[in-house]
């Protein structure tokens, strides 16, 4: 997806100044001991005050704070029709919203009334698709994209397709409006990083699911509100990349065209820009990803797409029917992703040669002209407006793929039964009851002190504020089982993260292999995870970890190997020439100088993780994400859901600021 140059970008923004090494000799801090002796206490006050004040509370037991958030959804009820705000305001951006997105179903998805039939058929569509690609990328990728449009309609989906397609353009779209002069911006100016960073946390921290009941109450359900859950999501990841690629651009560089007394606008347009161009692609496509790996969640808001079947088929746990619209999701993915990126890179090949211009305009104008012909025919023959049911396979391919999952778990049931139950009897019990039975006091005392320790005074205002936010939620103890789940989940990504990651950092062959799955996985709703992991674990705590560990893993992977890629060659060769391993490559020279992309990588990994909290909810997991769940489900425990989904968010925060800042320090010492 990158190249060195783009990837040598990947790792997280720099620390602060004043947490950057000093330049005397660093001061020892013992940290080992300190955590020891942590420990230690923390284990014999849970010996000595075990279940004791843990602020337990009952499913159906509500706080104050959760009877006055439900207050709050009800008077937004009833001034929603007429309050200036909601009324006018919102009211009218969602019909706006849901008129463009209707206008552009009825051109290319949905009948056009009084047609039968969409205004441009499936052959105008993949025609139109194929010459874009070809104008703005490469003719290797027009032929992908012409391949993938057509496996749309033979994998049975051609209408849910475009309009998956339809939302994700529209989303990234927004997104890209807002986030890259956002972006910019932060990059320019430390107190606008500062002020917006904890904003894009909340926004990536707190659970998708989280955002239904309040965005459904605000937005109504329909596309507009689709839309507004995609965007939240999908807008972290192209600002944060964006600030760092633009950051990231060489101190000399910049120097170099200062002194030539440009302009802090020409500077931006004519250095910075250009040469983070690459790494703000590959922001644009992990945003493309996430707004993909929202169209199932956007389909319980009634948003139009491939989520629909995806859920309908979990409801009946028919792994066949999931799987058919979730590979199309994936070419859909794969095929924008190779898109965008070769059009970045199409500049840079016509500096080198190759076609000239007049013969490119030629060949575009003709291309042009097969359009004009293929749209005039889908619009007035029916069999080339509607793809034609002959050549649908999706069917059969769902029936293939039950009957060998049935195989496969008839087969391995009783081993990966075993295998649950020792992780969960070994493992995750003896560490749940550490975290949730300890008393609240014991247990925000050890997380500050660990705080302190690790990363010092800044981590250990966060945690408190944190603390005081999840005490002030109600759900002490149900976070620190989300804790449990979380922290296990977290070391399994970033221990597969960093084997794999490291294997196609130093190897292109690995590399070529591996990115292709990776991607795939990536894209894949959230819930698709949950059908082959149920089956294989049944419900259960281990389920939900299982499922967030695959969703996590691909990003957090691919960070890692554009990290360790985009170490110096200069240093690697001088390391070779000194005689070093390929162990004493790896952890002296690579991974510590690939530490800040380990450092996004964990910050990534963690939130992802937390993204399926409330999806394991629904598996066996409990505590906050079923809690979410249930909010959105039950009326009478909207505020408790909320407040669940505050929870989540203020636990992402606490535990991604203490891994940030001890990364600092390690980093110093």
Same mark, same amino acid.
């Given at each position: ?21 000093d ?24 010996a000595?005050?075990k ?19 439900n207050?709050?959804?009800?008077d ?106 956002l ?12 002020a ?64 030539l007394g ?71 993915a ?7 990126t ?25 291309g ?35 009957s ?40 925000? #005392? =050890?997380? *500050? +002190?660990?705080?302190? $320790?690790?990363? /010092?005074? @800044?981590?250990?205002?966060? %945690?408190? !504020?944190?603390? &005081? ?19 296990v ?31 795939a ?30 969703? #996590? =893993?691909? *990003? +957090?992977?691919?960070? $890692?190997?554009? /990290?360790? @890629?985009?170490?110096?060659? %200069?240093? !690697?060769?001088? &390391?070779?020439?000194?005689?070093s ?21 964990t ?53 991604d600021?203490? #891994?940030?800042?001890? +990364?600092?320090r390690?980093?110093?010492?």
């Amino acid at each position: 997806m990158t190249t060195v140059e783009a990837t040598r970008r990947t790792g997280a923004a720099p620390p602060p100044k004043e947490e950057q090494p000093d330049t005397g000799a660093p001061r020892k801090r013992r940290t080992g001991m300190w955590l020891a002796i942590i420990a230690a206490v923390w284990l014999v006050g849970w010996a000595l005050l075990k279940n004791q004040d843990t602020l337990a509370i009952g499913f159906q037991d509500q706080t104050g704070f959760h009877t006055w958030l439900n207050g709050v959804r009800d008077d937004i009820q009833l001034a929603a029709p007429t309050n200036w705000f909601f009324h006018d305001i919102i009211g009218n951006l969602s019909t706006f919203a849901n008129s463009v997105i209707e206008q552009i179903q009825h051109l290319i998805s949905t009948p056009a009334p009084p047609r039968p039939v969409p205004q441009i058929g499936w052959l105008g569509v993949v025609a139109l698709l194929t010459w874009i690609a070809v104008a703005f990328a490469s003719w290797r990728t027009a032929i992908l994209v012409l391949l993938s449009t057509l496996a749309f309609g033979v994998l049975g989906y051609w209408q849910d397709s475009m309009d998956t397609l339809i939302m994700t353009g529209v989303a990234v779209v927004v997104c890209v409006l807002v986030g890259l002069p956002l972006g910019i911006g932060m990059s320019r100016r430390k107190w606008l990083s500062e002020a917006i960073t904890p904003v894009l946390d909340v926004m990536q921290t707190m659970p998708s699911f989280a955002y239904l009941a309040p965005f459904a109450l605000i937005f109504g359900i329909g596309p507009s509100c689709a839309i507004a859950l995609t965007v939240v999501y999908s807008l972290p990841p192209l600002v944060r990349i964006a600030e760092h690629g633009i950051r990231s651009v060489s101190p000399g560089t910049i120097e170099a065209a200062s002194s030539l007394g440009v302009t802090r606008r020409q500077l931006l347009r004519q250095v910075q820009l250009p040469m983070a161009r690459r790494t703000i692609v590959l922001g644009v496509n992990q945003s493309t990803m996430a707004a993909l790996s929202m169209v199932t969640i956007a389909a319980f808001v009634n948003g139009p797409g491939l989520g629909q079947p995806v859920i309908q088929a979990l409801q009946n746990l028919d792994v066949g029917g999931a799987a058919v619209p979730s590979i199309a999701i994936v070419l859909m993915a794969i095929t924008l992703d190779r898109t965008t990126t070769a059009a970045s890179e199409r500049a840079e090949r016509q500096k080198r040669g190759g076609v000239s211009a007049r013969t490119r305009r030629i060949g575009l104008g003709a291309g042009l002209v097969v359009v004009a012909v293929a749209i005039y025919l889908s619009r007035f023959y029916i069999q080339l407006a509607d793809f034609p049911s002959g050549a649908v396979i999706g069917p059969q391919l769902a029936d293939r793929i039950n009957s060998a999952t049935n195989t496969v778990v008839s087969n391995a049931d009783t081993l990966t039964a075993a295998f649950k139950n020792l992780v969960t009897s070994g493992f995750l019990n003896p560490l749940e009851s550490l975290l949730a039975s300890s008393p609240w006091y014991l247990m925000a #005392a =050890v997380l *500050l +002190a660990v705080a302190y $320790v690790v990363g /010092g005074w @800044r981590p250990l205002v966060t %945690t408190a !504020v944190c603390e &005081a936010i999840i005490f002030a939620a109600g759900l002490w103890n149900d976070a620190m089982i989300t804790l449990t789940t979380t922290i296990v989940a977290t070391v399994l990504v970033m221990v597969i993260a960093v084997v794999v990651g490291v294997w196609m950092g130093r190897s292109r062959r690995a590399d070529t292999v591996i990115r292709p799955f990776l991607d795939a996985l990536q894209t894949l709703p959230p819930f698709v995870y949950l059908v082959p992991a149920l089956a294989l674990f049944a419900a259960s705590r281990f389920t939900a970890i299982v499922a967030a560990v695959a969703y #996590a =893993v691909p *990003l +957090a992977t691919k960070l $890692v190997a554009d /990290g360790i @890629r985009g170490v110096s060659p %200069t240093t !690697v060769e001088a &390391a070779h020439a000194a005689g070093s391993t390929r162990w004493q490559m790896i952890s002296k020279v690579q991974l510590p100088m690939a530490r800040s992309a380990l450092v996004l990588a964990t910050n990534q990994g963690l939130l992802y993780v937390l993204s399926m909290v409330v999806i394991g909810g629904m598996v066996g997991a409990g505590s906050l994400g079923y809690l979410v769940v249930s909010g959105f489900s039950q009326t009478q425990l909207f505020g408790k859901g909320l407040a669940a989904g505050i929870a989540i968010t203020a636990l992402g925060v606490m535990v991604d600021r203490i #891994a940030r800042y001890a +990364a600092v320090r390690y980093g110093r010492a």
